[in-house]
Every structure is written in C-alpha cells, then in structure tokens.
C-alpha cells in the first residue's frame, strides 16, 4: 500500500485547507483510513478515521465540530477537510491505513505516508 497526501500549506486563523491523500491499492473499500498529526516536537496523534465505505467517522475532541473526514472510493481517495484552523492545527498531516484494533492508536495502523504540512499563522 503506497499512501500519497498533498494538499497542505499555510493559512490563516479562522481559514479552511482539505487535505487528499490517494492510496494505491486495488480494493480501497477494504480499508479503514485515518488522518494523523505531528507537531514539532510532540508526538503523533489521531485526528479522524472513517470506515471502508464511510459510513462512520471518528473524530478526535480537539477537532471535531471543525474537521471532517471523508472518501471516494472509486478514486482511491480519503480526505480531510479542516474549517476553523488556528495555531494548534499546526502540524505535518499523515494519512494512515487502518490494520486492526482501536482506531484511535497509532499501533492499529501498518501503511503511512510522508506527510503534508500544515501552517496556521495568525
């Protein structure tokens, strides 16, 4: 599984991004997938998961009611769309492919990309 996110950049407080991540696999609805984040010098953290086919999400508390995960299955492709950014988004965004367990650790994931960052500036 090769994951490619892109998308990221810098943005104002209070201003939007959507991140894409695009996944080479044959059967994409076979995988759960999930956003994560690091910021400098922390450690990474979940953000969001969606099921296969998307018919539950999961969000972590800092960002939900302002993100919202999201995919296309027959484009092999899972977003993030991030509303309300302020510093604390700040961060490199990585897509994830769900292995088994708690979608909410990152040992439950096998496949990652090389990230896209992203700059909230006030």
């Known amino acids: 599984v090769q994951l490619q996110a892109s998308g990221g950049g810098v943005v104002q407080t209070g201003g939007s991004l959507r991140l894409s991540c695009a996944a080479s696999?044959?059967?994409?609805?076979?995988?759960?997938m999930a956003w994560f984040r690091q910021a400098p010098g922390k450690e990474r953290e979940f953000v969001a998961a969606i099921t296969g086919y998307g018919d539950k999400t999961y969000y972590a508390d800092s960002v939900k009611g302002r993100f919202t995960i999201s995919r296309d299955n027959a484009h092999n492709t899972v977003y993030l769309q991030m509303n309300s950014l302020d510093s604390e988004d700040t961060a490199v965004y990585y897509c994830e492919s769900h292995y088994s367990g708690t979608f909410y650790s990152r040992g439950s994931y096998n496949y990652w990309g090389q990230g896209t960052q992203v700059t909230v500036s006030s």
């Open positions: 696999v044959f059967t994409f609805n076979s995988y759960n």
